[in-house]
């Protein structure tokens, strides 16, 4: 008991320190900056500047902006995730697209620095199409990389992936001032890093890692590094490997079924994945998709958005359900489609949704092509 007491005094201790070193880097990551900002705007003051120092003036400006906004931006994603309000926005994504696009900005800038950049992509374009939250995998990246050109002077940093047991494998590997093995752990805690912020000179407020690291844990991966003091390191993380449901690849050549023009789909669905197959496959046609997540939601969305023109309803969902949702929507109108989606495939149910005022229903597991062909029928039905 005493033990645990010490170790969870020191781990107090540990973050204490670590939160008042942040306050002192953070007023230094604002000033210098701000310095660079209002010192050059000063500057630009003078009328006998020539057009190549005014131009260059400007683009300190810029930059000195620029590195602002990081601060601003791993400040608010830090506040987020310690409220857990960081979602996970998966979307179709090639990879092998989203590696070069990364490559080709990191470039310039590793040439300036007289490094060699180089890319190994480990899936065929067709396998590197995957479900994945691309914005965040994108920050991930570019922020490892940042670090790796930051703290790099001379030869390469290697940029790869692969795919192994389900699971893509991430490496950036540099050959920079690397970290000490008792650092290990805490550069990927928030505020922490390697070297006294005051003797390293180089810019950082120690958060990007710690975001990196819960954006990865929160899409069901894992990462850590290995280096040697002086020789480089190696940073690998790793995600789930979801590719795209070739079915759905194929989807997209459908072209029998077209919707009418700009309809608009409510899906009240409380489930997130049956949700997201849904978006998936509706993606595919010209449609605008609302999501209601109860019975509640979908009647009060059905009445902010009169031009919905049908409804995916779902019948079992927390809160107010789909039967008691639909007779809600009927007292407001008999026009709109309602296309009940239900699990239970006993007669019972389906007849319920039908006498609230459902004009059909489709049983879950959906299949595309039903589901595709009742929304077309129910839509034809309600503009004859
Ligand atoms: P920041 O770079 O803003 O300080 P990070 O959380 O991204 O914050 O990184 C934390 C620390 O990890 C860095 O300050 C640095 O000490 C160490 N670090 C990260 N990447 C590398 C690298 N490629 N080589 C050496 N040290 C690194």
Redesign the pocket.
Known sequence: RTSALVKAKEKAEESDNLKTAFLA?LSHEIRTPMNGILGFAELLKNEDLTKGNKDKYVSLIEQSGDRMLRLIQ?LVDISKIESNQIEIIPEKTNLNSLMEKIYNFFKPQVDAKGIKLTLIKGLSNNESQIIVDKIKLEQILS??I???I???KEGRIDLSYSLSDKMLYFK?K?T????PKQ?EKI??ERF????N?KY?G???????????KAFIELMGGDIW?E?EQGQ??E?TFTIPYNPVDKEINKEQNRSEFVFPNDITILIAEDDEVSYFYLERILSNYNCKIIHARNGLEAVQFFNENPEIGIILMDLKMTGMDGISATSEIRKISTRVAILAQTAYASDGDQQKALDAGCNDYIIKPINKELLVEKIVKLLRMRNS
């Open positions: 880097n791993d922020n490892i940042n670090n790796a930051k703290f790099t950036i540099d920079g001032i690397g970290i650092k550069i990927f922490g890093q390697a070297e912020y390293s180089t810019e950082g407020s120690g958060l990007g890692l710690s975001i990196s590094v280096s480089g390191a940073f």
